[in-house]
């Protein structure tokens, strides 16, 4: 080996890696609340930007454990993030993560209408019943379509996650979040993504089952 | 609406965000075969970082693309990354992506060996027939229990993209792939992911099949 490597025990590795990361965060505070969160993303990415960039409502956290507790359904707008959820988590407490990406049906109605498949997504989102949290890290056009339809009160989330990445209307639709009457997790400016997203539902699951991993 | 979006339509967007990223690159230049890579990984990350990253062994993108044509088998680290392959564009090719993690056998044998499953997967990888190529955007371990195979002539990779993130031997493990003879893709230092790993097979499934993006 020419390399020198550090001998960690394969389970000790994610508490290693949260010791060195709460380190390199310094002298920063965070409410305990988001803490976790903040911790998580950092963890998934390897990128300090989101301490600065990561923006929560108050009690947003809590609102998303909460509904995690209650059951909720988690909609992505992408199959990557939600092959990330911990679904063995969420099915404990009665939850499922849907995503209509790759629905024909949608695809056929945003051609027909000349939108994004994830526009189509959120009015899917918005007909489902019960506790719902939105956790968007790709479409931009999914997160606008949501404050739309947030505003005309068709659609009700107990938690937005607003991290969707990238260069046109990437900034803009989450500064729109940011101006909704509804609990939200964003990640301003540019950066994002389908890891980020599915990280920070994890983090909340971890929170809501009580352990720091599972 | 409160906030002003700019107009572009859906099947503009993508191409859109790679003339802002080519502008923002400025007068930085690389190797044709490289810049698709670089400005795909870019698109996925919001990630700047990357254009000084990403290290290429001469060559590394056109043994990828000879790969996927050839009907590849790519091996990925996480089901993330493996949700994130483009498989209508890599099947058509012949070629599947495969992700040993969830299987109750790998779980079990790394229980019983104190080892990650990351590394029984690359030790399942190494038993596979056919052009092979390695996208690994999580853990240090497979790419360090890759690196034992190749050297012991065990495994023989078409091409290994290493972009591991994280904090525990994930720099090392990096810095030891760059010594191995074999075609190679890395992210240098703590940054990558499954979405960075997805996105650059991604980048060369489109550059095999001729098209920018499908």
Redesign the interface.
């Known amino acids: 080996?020419?390399?020198?490597?550090?001998r960690?025990?394969?389970a000790d590795?994610e508490a290693?890696?949260m010791e060195?990361?709460q380190s390199e965060l310094g002298e920063r505070s965070f409410p305990a609340e988001v803490l976790p969160v903040v911790k998580r993303v950092i963890?998934?990415?390897?990128?300090f930007d989101y301490a600065d960039h990561l923006v929560f409502s108050e009690g947003a956290v809590q609102r998303g454990v909460e509904a995690i507790r209650q059951g909720c359904t988690i909609v992505t707008d992408?199959?990557?993030a939600?092959?990330?959820i911990n679904k063995r988590v969420l099915e404990r407490f009665g939850g499922e993560v849907l995503c209509f990406m790759s629905d024909v049906d949608v695809a056929n109605e945003?051609k027909e209408r000349?939108?994004?498949r994830a526009t189509v997504s959120m009015e899917r989102a918005a007909r489902l019943k019960g506790p719902l949290i939105l956790a968007l890290g790709n479409a931009p056009?999914a997160l606008?379509r949501a404050c739309?339809l947030m505003e005309a009160g068709e659609l009700r989330p107990a938690l937005v996650i607003g991290v969707p990445?990238?260069?046109?209307?990437?900034v803009?639709?989450k500064?729109?979040l940011l101006?909704e009457q509804v609990p939200y997790i964003v990640a301003r400016?540019?950066?994002?993504?389908?890891?980020v997203a599915?990280c920070i539902c994890n983090a909340m699951l971890y929170l809501a089952s009580g352990n720091a991993r599972e």
Not at 1 to 6: D, G, I, P, R, S
Request: hydrophobic letters at 35%; aromatic letters at 2%; proline letters at 2%.
């Open positions: 080996m020419k390399v020198e490597l550090q960690v025990a394969p590795i290693r890696s060195i990361i963890h998934t990415t390897a990128d992408t199959q990557m939600r092959s990330g945003a000349g939108v994004t056009t606008v739309e990445v990238g260069f046109v209307n990437v803009e639709s500064e729109l101006t400016g540019r950066k994002g993504g389908s890891n599915a």
